[in-house]
């Protein structure tokens, strides 16, 4: 194995019983590399996740991992007990470190994906946005050099979306990790995406986003129109935080 | 006061304080019906102490485990939904033991004081085993608690992080099965889930965080046992029940206190 790649799966398959779940799987995440997973539902992306994160054996196949390779994870989604009182600092202290610093780690964290003044906050009173800037936060304390993002932007409106896709490629040029995550929606990670594998229990096509987008395969699986339907956009002249505070234009219009 | 009552007290307090961490941890993990099984269960050990003439929490604690072991196995098959495969188990080694227990008593077991606890003829033995099932509890409970809540927010995200989730669920029935073997005495088998859910719920709504609870949680269930056991004292009801029936008063007066508070 290269030293530059953090993470590697070579022919890797799962079944259950006579039906195939995931069929020869080869892929590979290096340092700094943000890969992609997108694929329908029911083509095995979370099971795929859940095979490189250790969380299930394959049936074939072999999951190698870089020695000192450190994973972040962000979990599709938790569910919570409302009889649990838990808020955003406990939940975040729970993260296995040996750190002696780890209240200011989650300042830190929290402040880094803005949503430090929620640290008092109980879990259950977050909102969808909320709770997925928490999870990566958890995941940042894990000091990661490869981040694993299971669906990042479930049940995020269109524009945090954006901003939380812009936070994840921020934050790899920073920790210089690593990051892999799994999304239904190709033309929003379009931009912060070095490489993507699009997956339908085996892997249909791969390479980068754009030839992605173009390649029969991956018009087969989601339909040609996706293409050529323009997101409506206009111009504002301000933006808003994560609060809905006015706050400067930060985010790029596109074309 | 009488001996027998100091007993009681000592041991409605110790099982109260036992009943704490892991009544939360059932009530967190929606664990309820499985503690039932457990209990349920623990009649099966019952009967074979009996036929074998062995110690009987001994026999309890056995069952337990093997109960639970049993259950984390077949947990793993998808063929049966998780509540069907529990009420199949529970409800047939409670007739199993039933059955068990009336062939072979030669007469000098009441049955109802298992089914609904004994509390007043508690013994010194009782009071030094609910003792160091005590001590063993919140050892094991402050040693794990972070890996033990860990689990409890997400399964796998503890595991990515390192977390041996499988020992620590395993860690976890295995002192759930000895709070039961113990609080048979107490309240008796068919009333013991509520010993371990009622106060830790009850704890819910006067907590912040989860240590809160389990605090508020053994003070709740203390106060159940001494209200039960005092009803019991000057009006003659049995004692296990009026735990309970105490434990729920509380409930509803956590809910009232919840409600006109905020």
Same mark, same amino acid.
């Given at each position: 194995m290269?030293?530059?790649?953090?993470?590697?799966?070579?022919? %890797?398959?799962?079944?259950?019983?006579?039906?195939?779940?995931l069929d020869t799987i080869d892929l590979s995440i290096k340092k700094r590399e943000i890969v992609t997973i997108?694929?329908?539902?029911?083509?095995?992306?979370?099971?795929?996740?859940?095979?490189?994160?250790?969380?299930?054996?394959?049936?074939?196949?072999?999951?190698?991992?870089?020695n000192n390779?450190?994973?972040?994870? @962000?979990?599709?989604?938790?569910?919570?007990?409302?009889?649990?009182?838990?808020?955003?600092?406990?939940?975040?202290?729970?993260?296995?470190?040996?750190?002696? *610093?780890?209240?200011?780690?989650?300042?830190?964290?929290? *402040?880094?994906?803005?949503?430090?003044?929620?640290?008092? *906050?109980? @879990? *259950?009173?977050?909102?969808?946005?909320?709770?997925?800037?928490?999870?990566?936060?958890?995941?940042?304390?894990?000091?990661?050099?490869?981040?694993?993002?299971?669906?990042?932007?479930?049940? %995020?409106?269109?524009?945090?979306?954006?901003?939380?896709?812009?936070?994840?490629?921020?934050?790899?040029?920073?920790?210089?990790?690593?990051?892999? @995550?799994?999304?239904?929606?190709?033309?929003?990670? @379009?931009?912060?995406t070095d490489n993507v594998i699009c997956l339908n229990q085996h892997i249909c096509c791969h390479g980068h986003p754009e030839s992605v987008s173009n390649h029969p395969a991956?018009?087969?699986?989601?339909?040609?129109?996706?293409?050529? %339907? #323009? #997101?409506?956009t206009h111009h504002h002249d301000h933006d808003h935080n994560l609060h809905g505070e006015v706050c400067e234009a930060t985010f790029e219009e596109k074309e | 006061m009488i001996d027998f009552l100091w007993l009681a007290l000592m041991a409605g307090t110790g099982v109260a304080l036992v009943a704490a961490p892991l009544g939360s941890f059932v009530v967190w993990q929606r664990l309820a019906y499985f503690g039932d099984t457990l209990a349920h269960a623990s009649l099966l050990g019952i009967a074979f102490s009996l036929l074998l003439t062995i110690n009987i929490q001994? $026999?309890?604690?056995?069952s337990c485990l093997c109960v639970a072991l049993i259950l984390v196995l077949l947990q793993t098959q998808r063929q049966l939904p998780s509540d069907t495969l529990l009420g199949i188990i529970s409800h047939s080694s409670l007739a199993l033991g039933l059955i068990l227990v009336s062939v072979f008593d030669t007469g000098r077991l009441d049955l109802t004081l298992y089914l609904i606890g004994d509390i007043l003829s508690?013994?010194?033995?009782?009071?030094?085993?609910?003792?160091?099932?005590? $001590?063993?509890?919140?050892?094991?409970?402050?040693?794990?608690?972070?890996?033990?809540?860990?689990?409890?927010?997400?399964?796998?995200? $503890?595991q990515v992080e390192g977390v041996p989730v499988k020992k620590v669920r395993f860690l976890l029935l295995f002192m759930l099965a000895l709070v039961i073997a113990v609080a048979i005495k107490v309240v008796g088998v068919l009333l013991i889930t509520a010993l371990l859910i009622i106060p830790a719920a009850a704890a819910r709504y006067l907590s912040k965080s989860p240590i809160q609870m389990v605090f508020i949680g053994g003070l709740l269930g203390c106060l159940s046992v001494y209200a039960g056991l005092a009803s019991s004292f000057y009006w003659d009801t049995p004692a296990g029940p009026s735990i309970v029936a105490s434990a729920s008063g509380l409930f509803m007066l956590s809910l009232l206190i919840k409600r006109y508070s905020t």
């Open positions: 290269k030293s530059n790649v953090l993470l590697q799966a070579a022919e %890797v398959s799962l079944r259950d019983g006579d039906k195939v779940l997108i694929g329908p539902n029911g083509a095995g992306k979370t099971t795929l996740l859940n095979l490189l994160l250790g969380l299930r054996k394959p049936s074939s196949g072999q999951v190698h991992r870089h390779c450190r994973i972040g994870y @962000m979990p599709q989604k938790i569910q919570l007990n409302p009889l649990l009182p838990l808020n955003v600092e406990h939940f975040l202290s729970l993260v296995d470190t040996r750190s002696s *610093t780890l209240k200011a780690d989650i300042n830190t964290a929290l *402040t880094r994906t803005g949503v430090a003044d929620l640290i008092n *906050t109980d @879990m *259950t009173r977050l909102s969808g946005g909320e709770v997925q800037r928490v999870l990566l936060a958890r995941a940042l304390l894990r000091k990661p050099n490869l981040l694993v993002l299971d669906e990042p932007v479930q049940g %995020v409106d269109l524009k945090g979306q954006d901003q939380l896709y812009k936070l994840i490629s921020e934050i790899r040029d920073e920790l210089g990790c690593g990051v892999l @995550m799994v999304s239904h929606d190709l033309h929003l990670v @379009m931009a912060s991956y018009i087969e699986l989601f339909g040609n129109s996706i293409s050529h %339907v #323009a #997101a409506y | 001994l $026999a309890i604690i056995v508690t013994s010194q033995n009782d009071v030094i085993m609910i003792l160091i099932v005590l $001590a063993i509890v919140s050892l094991l409970t402050w040693k794990f608690w972070k890996h033990l809540l860990a689990i409890t927010v997400n399964e796998q995200l $503890a």
